[in-house]
């Protein structure tokens, strides 16, 4: 059973930067998709970043490329997303996410497995 657990969200002004960790476990063979969605009050979860099981690939979505960057680190059993010139759009709570095998790493029915969230707050 895949387990995740996010840490690393704060308060943070606009302008500055936040890094967000992801451990996991129960990824066999390093076999997980990695993935990350946000939700602000009152909007629909969307999607941010993932990244692919040996991290060769790297997905973004319009609203965060250039500015967020996700890595993975496999030896450490861990997911990153490092958060550059935040907005106070980008407030929201932020939750890490995976799947096993084969998929489209955009897509959020394909992910199966979630953490328990962390809240990022963007000052103006």
């Known amino acids: 059973q895949v387990q995740l657990v996010e840490s690393g969200g704060g308060l943070v002004q606009a302008g500055g930067s936040l890094r967000l960790s992801c451990a996991h476990s129960?990824?066999?063979?390093?076999?997980?998709?990695m993935g990350w969605f946000r939700q602000a009050p009152g909007k629909e979860r969307e999607f941010v970043a993932a990244i692919s099981r040996s991290g060769g690939s790297t997905v973004y979505a319009d609203a965060v490329k250039g500015r967020f960057t996700i890595s993975r680190d496999n030896a450490k059993n861990t997911v990153y997303l490092q958060m550059n010139s935040l907005k106070p759009e980008d407030t929201a709570v932020y939750y890490c996410?995976?799947?096993?095998?084969?998929?489209?790493?955009?897509?959020?029915?394909?992910?199966?497995?979630w953490g328990q969230g962390t809240q990022v707050t963007v000052s103006s």
């Open positions: 996410a995976a799947f096993e095998g084969w998929g489209l790493l955009d897509r959020q029915y394909q992910y199966n497995y």
């Open positions: 129960g990824c066999s063979f390093s076999n997980c998709n």
